[in-house]
């Protein structure tokens, strides 16, 4: 298949784009700049670095794909609203119109688990069926919401479009490199509860997997949770991962429930004061990673034929081999 793909510099995308060449796919790259290629290049790879919320110049780039994944997004959670809704709400709507436009077959928009992470009721084996909550206090998951109903919403019998909602992603160049293991060296990260709950996450090359099996898919218009499998306890998955990355691990713990008005605390006191860079702690953050959280992918299952393939152990050993 030829392939569009959005945000192939980022995490997700640049593993994806390794993953989908390996399985014979022609990919082209959407790169913000060109710089932000780390390989040489490569068969079966172009490039193309033009602006997504061009609709017209897109929808012209987009002639003889395929399926269009989008998966570039904009990730900060702290005092970002309006760029979160430019770039994950406005610019999806752009990139459906010229995708429509083009006569590209296939939609994949890549979600977030957090999307479905209802703040007053317990989240234990969530599955699809169970309505979105209201998320407009945490502007990343909200964001990514709209971003999923917006795609939904676009499929009909010409334009299927379905929605991958990973869980807690991880792998080398994950949230834990980018800026948590940093913050745990520095004595910045620690645990809520003792980080004794459950939670779900996912591997990255298991939600790769998950990506070629929805190439093969007819389903529409239709939302699917992928993890690694049984959610394991957050402490457990975190300390190792931590371990990985050579990143100190963590021995303090706060109450749950001082959690909240703490991230509250900060968040009015980088607001409001002249502090510089971002708080250490803030609400989205509470509400992502302090609670406990799992996911059904009986449905990815049965209607994609999903299964994880990579355990736990056996990505942390490659994230090691990438570290070392």
Avoid at 61 to 74: F, G, Y
Avoid at 138 to 149: A, V
Wanted: some cysteine; aromatic content about 10%.
């Amino acid at each position: 298949m030829k392939i569009f793909l959005t945000g192939a510099s980022g995490f997700v995308g640049s593993h994806l784009t390794q993953s989908l060449i390996t399985a014979g796919h022609k990919i082209v790259g959407h790169y913000r700049l060109p710089h932000s290629i780390n390989s040489k290049p490569q068969l079966n790879l172009e490039v193309w670095s033009g602006d997504l919320n061009d609709k017209q110049s897109l929808s012209k780039r987009l002639q003889s794909v395929d399926v269009l994944i989008h998966c570039a997004a904009e990730m900060k959670l702290w005092n970002y609203e309006k760029v979160l809704h430019e770039t994950n709400v406005l610019m999806t709507k752009n990139i459906l119109e010229s995708a429509r436009q083009a006569g590209v077959k296939q939609f994949i928009y890549m979600s977030d688990a957090s999307i479905a992470k209802a703040p007053s009721i317990p989240n234990l084996e969530v599955c699809e069926s169970r309505a979105l909550p209201s998320l407009k206090d945490f502007p990343y998951s909200h964001s990514k919401s709209q971003g999923e109903q917006l795609a939904l919403q676009a499929g009909d019998e010409t334009f299927r479009t379905l929605s991958l909602r990973p869980a807690s992603l991880w792998g080398k160049g994950d949230l834990v490199d980018r800026s948590l293991g940093k913050a745990a060296d520095l004595n910045k990260f620690g645990w809520f509860d003792q980080g004794d709950y459950p939670f779900s996450t996912c591997y990255i090359q298991n939600l790769c997997e998950a990506v070629k099996k929805s190439l093969l898919s007819e389903s529409n218009r239709e939302s699917f949770f992928i993890s690694d499998g049984p959610a394991v306890p957050f402490r457990q998955w975190m300390t190792r991962r931590l371990k990985a990355g050579h990143y100190k691990v963590p021995t303090l713990s706060i109450p749950r429930f001082l959690a909240w008005p703490l991230a509250r605390f900060t968040e009015n006191g980088w607001k409001y004061l002249p502090l510089r860079g971002e708080p250490p702690l803030i609400r989205e953050m509470v509400h992502l990673i302090a609670h406990p959280f799992s996911v059904s992918i009986q449905k990815a299952k049965d209607q994609l034929a999903y299964e994880p393939v990579y355990e736990m152990e056996q990505g942390m050993l490659e994230i090691e081999k990438m570290t070392d």
